[in-house]
């Protein structure tokens, strides 16, 4: 059963044309982990505080849990929506100690009660012995741990997270959404965690909705928007591409693009003429008698993967962009051939 169901929701701010959030289109099942994915300015934001009740939408429906919580100006107020709420920058109280501030959202509950709730989520985060500390005793890791300890707290039926790890560095970012899906998973959460970043969005989510002013693009897995994305903009945005202009042949298996006949992974769904295919680098494997041949612009070493970038010799047109394995030697100013593999072309 879906959880959580947003319909046709639509903001536009006062003194503005243009909706911030526009017809959105969303289903959410219980247990469900989403990364809301997009460029700064498209929405992402705005979306979230509809869902927790902070904004008031212009039109179109939410429910959760079934019950409707926003619909044609009836609205439930926050504190009524079962939603826990984490903060970008934590919002921690300072003067108050990491047990009181998890015990914060606890109002109405006893006070033996509150304690026992504060001890439990404090253990499933792993900051049971923090309790009597001030929240800048703690590091930026474990100040955020203590955000979605309080979040958990009064066991709402939804997490919503905006931009959770941008404040931690390269590192500890990487832990903690290790960490973060790991504890709302124990707590049996319904989530949605916004970012910016790509690698963020497939870290966490189970599904990733992708948006752009305002309008969702694309609803995946990780793995099906790497492979298939829906359109440039998905291509482009989520991981690196190869964008190439061709024409699909009449078996609408293949594209001919200006570096010559590319495959699809299956028929195209369309009758297009003109289309656009999208090549992932990870889909260009280089090869001794490769069909496709071209000299090496410049080489950038990532410690994963060489980034390849091969010039086709037809002058005005982009280079490709191939990933080869660290140990492979690849210098500019050689000549290399590469195929591609069809399982990472998309139309698009
Ligand atoms: P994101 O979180 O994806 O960066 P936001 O949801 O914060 O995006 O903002 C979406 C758009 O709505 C932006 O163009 C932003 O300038 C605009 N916006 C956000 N809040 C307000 C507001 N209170 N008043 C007017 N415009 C706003
Ligand atoms: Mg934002």
Redesign the pocket.
Known sequence: MSFIQLRDLT?T????LKP??DSVHLTIEKGEIIALL????????????MIAGF?QPTSGSIKIGGEVVYENQFTVPPEKRGIGMVFQDYALFPHLTIAKNVMFGLSKWGTRAKRERAKEVLELVGLADYAARYPHELSGGQQQRVALARALAPKPHVVLM??PFSNLDAGLREKMRFEVTTILRKANATAII?T?DQKDAFAVADRVVV?NE?VIQQIATPREMYRCPKNCFVAQFVGKTNLLSGRLCEDMRHVDTHIGRVSLPAQSGVMLENVKVSIRPEGCKLAEEGRFTGKVERVTYSGEYQEVVVNLGAGTTEPMILYAPIDQDVQPGIVVSFDITPELVALV
Not at 13 to 16: N, R
């Open positions: 903001k701010f006062s003194h503005t911030a959030v997009g460029p700064s300015g498209c929405g992402k934001t705005t979306t979230l505080r904004e905006d931009e916004v910016h948006m305002g």
